[in-house]
């Protein structure tokens, strides 16, 4: 159907970009597409219904023409080059006030440097995290935009429109200038590797310690996810589980290889919290593990060399006594703790890149943001927004009142349960590493003297002392007699 002017453009129809485009049209919007491949544009427009006003475009000249002034171009291609070739194409195409979005997972420093470019000329770019994947993208995604506020008011009715809903509100908010929601939507899929990776520990406790079936996996998650760990990994966990091959007919999740890729916004995450110097280990660990998980045969030359302890045939009486302890309900419970730790860690992140970055980020906001339509979607971002909005400037969630509360009341199950792990052999590295942050974190003494002291030792880096101001050296070597 041919339509007169559109209300937004879309330049890109990959999986992404087309399901956006649906979305908009469905809520009653005008939209012009645009696709470098003519056939794919052509595609596109037959498969949308008569009802929806989708016009498709053959030229990035005629794309521009097909909208109402100011224009609001979304841009939906793969992040990095493609999206600058995209600016490049569209910069004679548009004028001061139009609106330039870009949709995809573009690295943060990316987006600072083509708002920079594109201000300059009076267009307003806002860098849009998206997330909930094709079926989000269509139905209802979570949407984190930042960028210059008047430009984002240009385009709110349409995000608003199209986002995911929890509670009757939209799962958009104005998030901040700059690259505040490219830098939201990485941090976002950092504690999307956090969480993945405290879901594959459980995985194989359930599997390699308890034995269970993957229908009785089917049941643990399922369950699981009626209650507090109520969310989309759990969810789609337990669904995976059940799934059967199309070929064979057998579970199909015998048949993946466990060799986890990444696109690289997890890293990104790992990267600039290191930057930063935030503390974000379940971050860390789970890129080392995703990069650990694809040494396929290194790892099978090691299990020669080195043995495979979780075999149970190899186990100690030891190990047996400590996997014997360990119960379904202890990995659920050491899972909780683990999410909340996780979040944790991101929203440290989020708060201390606010205030080094200028992204004037709301907390609360996020939490808000995240709570449907997103892969980190989970009912634990209720109580985190709760959080934030009765202390806007929480330095940590595990400071907060009730979920410190719940973190001191697993901590126990998630020790034992790392114990289990530990002494079988069963790697648990993100439930692990979540309860040595939570130690350390609440730990009123930590061995750091001793690290200080190495420090000044070979390298005369100096300490500073309890009991006197000032920056102190000792010449370690006097003691030694000079040797
Ligand atoms: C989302 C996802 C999405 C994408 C990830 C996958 O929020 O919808 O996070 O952005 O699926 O980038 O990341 P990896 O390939 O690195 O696992």
Known sequence: MTIALGDIGIMGLGVMGRSLALNMADHGFRVAVYNRTDSVTRDFAMQAGPEQQVRPCYSPEEFAAALTVPRKVMIMVK??????????TLQDLIRPGDVVMDGGNSHFRDTMRRAERLAAEGVGFLGVGISGGEFGARTGPSIMPGGPREAYEAVRPILEAIAARADGQPCVAYLGPGAAGHYVKMVHNGIEYGLMQLLADTYAL??????????????????????ELDSYLVEITAKIFARRDDITGAGLIDLIRGEAAQLGTGVWTAQTAMDLQVPSPNVDIAVAMRN????????????????????????????????????????????????????????????????????????????SVWRAGCIIRSALLRDIRAAFRRQPELANLLADRDLAGTIASRREDLARTVRAAASTGVPAPGLMAALAYVDAYRADWLPFNLTQAQRDYF???????????????????????GS
């Open 79 to 88: 992040a990095g080059q493609p999206v600058d070739a995209v600016i490049e």
């Open 206 to 227: 359930l599997k390699r310690i308890l034995g269970l079936s993957n229908e009785e996996l089917v049941e643990v998650y399922s369950s699981w996810n009626e209650a």
């Open 292 to 367: 650990l998980s694809a040494l396929d045969q290194e790892r099978r030359a090691a299990a020669v060399a080195l043995g495979s302890l979780h075999e149970r045939e190899h186990r100690t009486a030891q190990a047996e006594d400590a996997a014997a302890l360990l119960t379904i309900e202890d990995v659920r419970r050491a899972l909780f703790a683990g999410m909340i730790v996780t979040y944790a860690q991101g929203f440290a992140h989020l708060r201390t890149a606010s205030t080094v970055l200028g992204l004037d980020l709301r907390l609360e906001d996020v939490a």
């Open 459 to 481: 390298g005369a880096h100096t300490y500073r002392r309890h009991d006197q101001e000032g920056v102190f050296h000792t010449d370690w070597f006097a003691e030694e007699g």
